[in-house]
């Protein structure tokens, strides 16, 4: 292939999990992929190397001073321009030299440069689950008015996905789908008793059994709002009614999700848990790409287990699914309130067990209206991120654990 005919790649949250697993893949294919932009939050040297190794026509650092900081150190020589802040990410995605966008920062933080590469028309691949879950309406519109390809990445999304027909357009249709099961680890504390649970430190939340992963996602999979987010995810993603979703308890995470049709049939997507395997398919798409990652061995894995969910020990699920019901922003709201109740766990202001506290605390006390604007999702965003941190002032220090109280 020449090099004209290279897909250019803006890899969006370049320094997280999900961005260097994206450059991996990229690295495998040189052939065929080409960089045009790397951002990371503040992480200089990481993305420094980065730029090293890809020669991005872009590098996008959120702060001014980071971004200062990455522009001292490159080479007199080298091909990279570093821009800064959403502004930056915005250039990097909808620069008509871009043909895909890897969203993967974490975060609502995402969210704008989502929308932008949906309105823009790229092949959106779409990691950072929060923005679909902050503003499903706003990005699927987007997505339908600028002719963008939306393909999830989330390994459960990318399963479905999978195993949905497609359409004429090679959209996801859902001719025969009687179900979709979600399927779920369970986390790190599956079997664990609530009082356990609330003994729980941010070291142990984050130990996943099966994912190596980013922090807060980390957590997410330990209370179970990873699943309920990827419920409002699938929801949107798929256009699909709350009562077409099940979540199933798979904890070898062997199969990453499964699609029930009428007829009795459940195709399921099976693969060791690496997140190479969704990324190497949402580039390849609609083609097959080596990944790295090591063929599946049954024989090894010997045992598929299932059990339902317990929203008794955890109520995220729940809550996530009553954002659903409720409609609106409060999807927005759940999600704004569920990061500041991550962030305060992992810097130990609060319990785990007081996650789903600071949430309901935050959707009980807000009004829900339609969102119509990226200015509402942001708002709604922004009043719910105030009333989670007042909940998490009011249970501080009373809840924290034993080393800070
Ligand atoms: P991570 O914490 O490892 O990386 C996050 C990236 O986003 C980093 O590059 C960081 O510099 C950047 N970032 C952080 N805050 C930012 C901000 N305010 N503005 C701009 N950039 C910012 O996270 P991750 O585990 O790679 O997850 C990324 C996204 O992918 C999340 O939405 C997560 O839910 C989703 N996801 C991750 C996995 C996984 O296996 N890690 C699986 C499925 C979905
Ligand atoms: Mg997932």
């Not at 995470?253 to 499964?258: A, E, G, K, P, Q």
Request: proline share 6%; glycine share 8%.
């Amino acid at each position: 292939m020449a090099v004209d005919d290279l897909r250019m790649v803006s890899v969006l949250g370049s320094t997280g999990s999900i961005g260097v697993s994206t450059l991996d893949v990229i690295a495998r294919h040189p052939d065929r992929f080409g960089v045009f932009a790397l951002s990371a939050n503040a992480a200089v040297e990481t993305l420094l190397a980065q730029c090293l190794a890809f020669e991005p026509r872009y590098a996008v650092m959120m702060a001014a001073d980071a971004a200062q900081a990455l522009r001292q150190q490159l080479p007199a020589h080298s091909p990279t321009q570093v821009l800064w802040g959403q502004e930056g990410l915005i250039r990097a995605v909808t620069a008509p030299q871009v043909d895909t966008v890897m969203a993967a920062i974490v975060g609502a933080a995402g969210l704008p440069s989502a929308l932008a590469a949906a309105e823009a028309g790229k092949t959106l691949l779409l990691a950072n689950k929060e923005s679909l879950v902050m503003g499903g309406q706003l990005l699927m519109q987007a997505v339908h008015r600028g002719g963008a390809r939306l393909l999830p990445i989330d390994s459960e999304h990318n399963a479905i996905f999978q195993c949905l027909p497609v359409d004429e357009a090679g959209r996801p249709g859902r001719g025969g789908v009687s179900k979709v099961l979600l399927t779920a680890s369970g986390g790190p504390f599956r079997t664990w008793s609530a009082a356990q649970m609330r003994e729980a430190t941010p070291d142990q939340a984050c130990a996943h059994p099966n994912w190596s992963m980013g922090r807060k996602i980390s957590v997410d999979s330990a209370s179970l709002m990873n699943k309920g987010l990827e419920f409002i995810e699938a929801c949107w993603m798929f256009d699909l009614g709350a009562q077409m979703i099940d979540v199933v308890v798979h904890p070898q995470s062997i199969i990453h999700s499964m699609v029930q049709y009428l007829d009795g049939s459940v195709l399921a997507q099976l693969g060791n848990p690496d997140m190479r395997t969704p990324i190497a398919y949402g580039l390849g798409w609609p083609q097959r790409l080596g990944s790295g990652v090591a063929p599946l061995d049954l024989v090894a894995a010997a045992r598929l287990d299932f059990e339902a969910p317990d929203e008794g020990r955890f109520p995220c699920l729940r809550l996530a699914r009553e954002a659903v019901q409720r409609g609106g922003t409060a999807m927005a709201v759940c999600n704004a309130a569920n990061e500041v109740a991550v962030a305060a766990f992992l810097d130990e202001q609060i319990r785990f067990t007081d996650i789903p506290l600071v949430i309901e605390r935050a959707l009980e006390s807000v009004d829900i209206v339609e969102p119509n604007t990226l200015a509402v999702v942001e708002a709604a965003d922004a009043r719910a991120r105030q009333l989670a941190r007042e909940a998490v002032g009011g249970l501080y220090p009373r809840h924290a654990p034993a080393s800070r109280a």
